[in-house]
């Protein structure tokens, strides 16, 4: 006949050495798998390592881009007024020519 639910059932009495061996087995499995665990957690933190010189050297190289664009734009700022002032040369020249020009041929 079956047990009604909610009844604990009591199961044969084991001696000393079955329970022994059966906590014995229990922390062997837990022994192994706490040293895979602290395995993985190793591979995880030396990636996580590599992971940061890799970061470390991907800044100094961005910080380094950073000078480099200042002193184009620099360059380019200079470059951009230098021909402005061409620019008033030139307009300047050609006003000069047409006036000596006009003046000549008048």
């Known amino acids: 006949m079956p047990e009604p639910k909610g009844i604990i059932t009591r199961r044969k ?3 000393a050495a079955d ?3 059966s906590i014995t087995k229990s922390l062997v499995r837990t022994q192994v798998l706490l040293q895979q665990e602290l395995e993985r957690v190793s591979n995880v933190s030396e990636a996580i390592k ?3 010189k890799l970061l ?3 800044k100094t190289h961005q910080h380094s881009m950073n000078d480099t664009v200042k002193n184009a734009n620099s360059a380019l700022r200079n470059l951009k007024l230098q021909q ?3 620019n ?3 307009m ?3 006003f000069f020519f047409y ?3 006009s003046y000549v041929l008048w």
């Open 92 to 94: 300047a020249s050609v």
């Open 99 to 101: 006036s000596v020009a």
């Open 56 to 58: 470390e050297k991907t």
């Open 19 to 21: 329970d022994a061996r």
């Open 88 to 90: 008033l040369v030139l």
């Open 84 to 86: 402005q002032k061409e």
């Open 50 to 52: 590599e992971d940061g």
């Open 13 to 15: 009495p084991k001696s």
